[in-house]
Nanobody
Framework: QVQLVESGGGLVQPGGSLRLSCAAS????????MAWYRQAPGKQRELVAS???????NYVDSVKCRFTVSRDNAKNLVYLQMNSLKPEDTAVYYC?????????WGQGTQVTVST
């Protein structure tokens, strides 16, 4: 059974940093692309960043140069390093992967950027 578990969220002041982690189990982690999404209150869930099995990375424009997605295939972990955080980054952040056309999501971790 595929399971994704996020951690690392919390409350941070504007300009601060957080690192999110997503632990994957039940899949051959190294061969699947991984992605981070976020959903702010009253808004649709949006793709934030993704990393392919080969390590290619993509970001939504609003986080480029501030966020970095990475993966550790030996530990079945994917990370999202978030720097220079802004209040508009406040959201629940979700980890996602897809296998055989089925999407798998974690439970999400709350990130709040506020004074």
């Amino acid at each position: 059974q595929v399971q994704l578990v996020e951690s690392g969220g919390g409350l941070v002041q504007p300009g601060g940093s957080l690192r999110l982690s997503c632990a994957a189990s039940g899949i051959t982690f190294s061969i699947y692309a991984m992605a981070w999404y976020r959903q702010a209150p009253g808004k649709q869930r949006e793709l934030v960043a993704s990393v392919t099995s080969g390590g290619s990375r993509n970001y939504v424009d609003s986080v480029k140069c501030r966020f970095t997605v990475s993966r550790d295939n030996a530990k079945n972990l994917v990370y999202l390093q978030m720097n220079s955080l802004k209040p508009e980054d406040t959201a629940v952040y979700y980890c996602k992967t897809e296998r055989f056309g089925i999407s798998y999501w974690g439970q999400g971790t709350q990130v709040t950027v506020s004074t």
